[in-house]
């Protein structure tokens, strides 16, 4: 990094260490907004389709479940970018407890985390909320016994850390955080800015967050996935949706170059209004996604309903149908453990019932600790969807 990359704008001060490196130290927020006509036209999209999302979301008639597949894929995503190599069905065979012997097991586990963290983090904003403490909380179910586990799970760094090509040190860094001495004092300010008044739109402030924590980088490993995990949080925390249904990993993973020239730009000659265009267009564009697959997944399940509409356990199956929708890939063990409908033989009752009339199918043809895979559902919520 050099202090020549960093302009007048820049939205923060470049330092010189007492070990000579030079380092970013971003300001607090919030910076000044130039409410352009973009900016005021995008904002106003981005909250249009976030609120038909809350209300399509809502709407559904299994609300509690609807959630859970999208935080898986938004799981797999997210950690696709920081090099993982699994698969939404990689991840569902994983948790029905028959991995692929195409997956890779340590990555499988890594994902889990993702939705572990996720699923944690959303129960402790009943009883916390949005603030170091349950960052740093998140952060430790998020490494836990995986990759990066070496490098204190939840806890705020205590050393230097960088972001550069791989092998790059310190002095060859294309960027460096602040300090941490200046850290502590930028986490501060931004917990601070976290619990202020809603001066500015919530969109907006969700937008400076998530780069604020980039610029910061307060953990020696699973920043990236911290701030894209921060986002979904505080749109729940402050009530711009009530089921975790929006996740903007994928955005970032198809425009992934832009993103990160984005952040940097913000930090090197401030340009607040490029990155916050480009985050609210991530906002719009995988609201309107979540939306459309949420109707779709709402038309599977009145048509399976029709499908089963004779059988004498209808009520029942209807039940394993909303959970086929959270989980599309499943075993007759993991479907007791969570349906609680009755014994092993029940479930495989049910199941046998839906696959005879092909709303799933066995997956790996075995006659022991088989998987079932409901193929539709899947293909609603793997595929894309043109905006």
């Given amino acids: 990094m050099k202090k020549s990359d960093f302009s007048g704008n820049a939205s923060g001060r470049v330092i010189r260490t007492l070990k000579g490196y030079i380092a970013f130290v971003p300001n607090a927020l919030p910076p000044k907004v130039n409410w352009s006509n973009d900016l005021i036209n995008s904002l106003s999209k981005a909250d249009r389709s976030l609120a038909r999302l809350a209300e399509v979301g809502n709407a559904f008639p299994a609300p509690y479940v609807v959630a859970r597949p999208f935080m898986r894929r938004e799981a797999v995503f997210s950690s696709q970018i920081e090099g993982t190599r699994t698969s939404l069905q990689g991840l569902l065979s994983y948790e029905a407890g028959q991995l692929s012997l195409f997956e890779d097991l340590e990555d499988a586990r890594e994902v889990q985390n993702y939705v572990k963290a996720l699923d944690y983090g959303l129960e402790r904003l009943r009883t916390l909320p949005a603030s170091k403490r349950l960052i740093c ?174 059988e004498r356990s209808r009520k029942k199956l209807e039940r394993v149908i909303d959970y086929l929708i959270g989980t599309p890939i499943t075993s007759i063990k993991q479907a007791q453990e969570e349906l609680e409908m009755g014994s092993y033989t029940t479930i495989q009752r049910y199941i046998d019932k839906l696959q005879g009339v092909g709303i799933l199918k066995e997956a790996t043809g075995n006659a022991r600790n088989r998987i079932f895979r409901a193929d539709e559902i899947m293909k609603v919520i793997e595929e894309p969807i043109n905006i």
């Avoid at 850390?161 to 986490?187: D, F, K, S």
């Fill in 137 to 310: 909380e998140i952060h430790g179910v998020l490494m836990k016994g995986v990759r990066g586990e070496a490098m204190r799970p939840g806890e705020m760094r205590r050393s230097q850390n960088w972001i550069g090509r791989p092998g790059a040190t310190l002095e060859e860094a294309q960027y460096v955080p602040p300090p941490v001495e200046e850290m502590q004092v930028c986490l501060a300010e931004l917990e601070k800015f976290m619990h202020a008044g809603a001066d500015l739109p919530a969109l907006l402030r969700i937008g400076m967050i998530h780069y604020q924590f980039e610029a910061i980088h307060p953990f020696l490993d699973g920043n990236g996935r911290m701030g894209r995990l921060l986002v979904t949080l505080l749109l729940v925390a402050w009530g711009l949706l009530q089921q975790p249904l929006l996740y903007l990993s994928s955005f970032i993973e198809s425009n992934r170059q832009e993103y990160y020239q984005r952040l940097l730009a913000v930090s090197q000659r401030g340009e607040w209004e490029g990155w916050l265009l480009f985050f609210l267009e991530g906002v719009r564009s995988q609201a309107e996604d979540a939306s459309r697959r949420i109707a779709r997944l709402r038309e599977l399940r009145t048509k399976y309903h029709v499908m089963i509409g004779k």
